[in-house]
C-alpha cells in the first residue's frame, strides 16, 4: 500500500508540473499575452468573437439502468467567445453547472446505506475559462470555478422534483449529504502535441489538474480521434473517438466534505488516490448545430468499495448551438 500511494504522489507531482510548465512555455511564446487584463480581453471576445452556447449532460440514466446512483448526474450550460487569429483560435467563455453524487442505491433508506457508499452531494458553481488551440494541434486552457457544495446547491430539491417529473424512483436519503461549504476550483489543461498519422486518424496526449477547495487531482490521458477530422473545435467534422486517462486524487469534497463546511458531514469515506476513465463516442457538426454522444466507464472513486461494486457507467451528451 506504501508503494501505490508513493506512485500515486509521483503521477501527481509529475502531471502539475507537466502542466504548469507547457502553459509557462505557450507564455514564454506569447500566447498567453492578456491574461493580465483578462476582464479586458473578455470584453473584446464578447464583442467581437463568434458566440458558441453548449450544453453538456451525464447522466447514468441515459443508460436505461435500473439503479441509479454514484455519479448520477450533471448539467452545464457554457457561452464561449471564439477570436480567430492566423493559425489559432482563442476561445474565452462563463459557465454554470451542477453535479449530484448519490448512494450506490437512491432507494436505500439512511440506515440501509453501508458505511463504504457515496454520500449524498451537490456541486453548484459557476467561473470563467480562457482556451487557446493551435493549428498543429497543441491546446491550453485554464479557469476559475467558484461556488457551494452541500444544501445549498439545491441537489435534494432538483433531484426529488425531477424524479417525481418523469415517475422514476425518489432519492430516500439526502438528509445525509455533505454539510454546506464554499467551493473555489482553479483548472488547467495542456495538450503539447497532436500526432496526426494520417488524415483520418490523430493521436492527441493530454494532462489536467484541478485545484481548490472541493477537487485537488491530476490526470494524463489521450485522445484518438477518427473520421473527418480538422484541427479547430468549432469546425465542421464527423468523426469517432476514445479518450483514456488516470487520476491522481489528492482530496474530493464529495466524498470527504468541503475544506470549509460548516459543519462535519455526518458521512464520509475515503477515496481511492488512482482513478481510470475511458469514453467512447462520435461527434457531429455543422454550422449552427454540433452533437456529442459517448459513454463513459469510470472506476471506483472510494477506496474502500472494489470496481466490481463501485465502478459508474453513464451516458455523456453535448449540444452546441453557433448562431
Same mark, same amino acid.
Given at each position: ?35 493580465? &487584463? +483578462? ?50 483560435? !482563442? ?31 451537490? =456541486?453548484?458553481?459557476?467561473? =470563467? ?30 433531484? !426529488? ?8 424512483? !425518489? ?8 454539510? &454546506? ?18 488524415? =483520418? ?13 472541493? +477537487? ?29 486517462? /488516470?487520476?491522481?486524487? /489528492?482530496? &474530493? ?24 476513465? /475511458? ?9 449552427? +448545430? ?28 453535448? +449540444?452546441?448551438?453557433?448562431?
Amino acid at each position: 500500500m506504501r508503494v501505490i500511494g508513493m506512485a500515486v504522489n509521483l503521477l501527481f507531482c509529475l502531471v502539475t508540473m507537466l502542466t504548469s510548465m507547457s502553459i509557462t512555455s505557450f507564455a514564454q511564446a506569447g500566447d498567453l499575452a492578456g491574461v493580465v &487584463n +483578462f476582464a479586458d480581453d473578455f470584453k473584446r471576445a464578447a464583442a467581437q468573437g463568434k458566440t458558441t452556447h453548449v450544453v453538456d449532460i451525464d447522466n447514468d440514466s441515459l443508460l436505461l439502468k435500473k439503479d441509479d446512483g454514484f455519479y448520477t448526474s450533471s448539467a452545464r450550460y457554457s457561452q464561449q467567445y471564439i477570436l480567430s487569429e492566423a493559425g489559432a483560435k !482563442t476561445t474565452f467563455g462563463w459557465r454554470i453547472g451542477h453535479e449530484m453524487y448519490t448512494a450506490s442505491d437512491i432507494k436505500l433508506a439512511p440506515e440501509k446505506i453501508s458505511p463504504q457508499d457515496h454520500p449524498y452531494a451537490a =456541486w453548484l458553481y459557476g467561473g =470563467w475559462f480562457k482556451e487557446r488551440q493551435e493549428m498543429d494541434g497543441r491546446m491550453y486552457k485554464f479557469g476559475l470555478d467558484i461556488g457551494c457544495i452541500g444544501p445549498c446547491a439545491g441537489g435534494e430539491w432538483v433531484q !426529488t422534483n425531477l424524479h417525481r417529473l418523469i415517475g422514476q424512483p !425518489t432519492p430516500q436519503a439526502w438528509s445525509t449529504q455533505v454539510k &454546506n461549504g464554499i467551493g473555489v476550483v482553479l483548472y488547467g489543461e495542456v495538450a503539447p502535441i497532436r500526432w496526426a498519422p494520417y488524415s =483520418w486518424l490523430d493521436i492527441t496526449p493530454n494532462l489536467q489538474a484541478r485545484f481548490g477547495t472541493i +477537487f485537488d487531482d491530476a490526470s494524463a490521458g489521450l485522445t484518438v480521434r477518427s473520421g473527418k477530422l480538422t484541427p479547430f473545435s468549432d469546425q465542421a467534422t464527423l468523426h469517432a473517438f476514445l479518450r483514456v486517462d /488516470a487520476r491522481a486524487v /489528492a482530496y &474530493n469534497a464529495t466524498l470527504q466534505g468541503a475544506y470549509f463546511a460548516s459543519e462535519s458531514s455526518p458521512r464520509t469515506v475515503q477515496p481511492k488516490r488512482l482513478v481510470e476513465e /475511458a469514453e467512447l463516442g462520435m461527434l457531429w457538426q455543422r454550422a449552427p +448545430f454540433g452533437i456529442k454522444a459517448s459513454i463513459v466507464r469510470r472506476s471506483s472513486e472510494i477506496r474502500d468499495l472494489s470496481n466490481a461494486i463501485g465502478a459508474q457507467n453513464f451516458a455523456r451528451l453535448q +449540444f452546441s448551438y453557433m448562431p
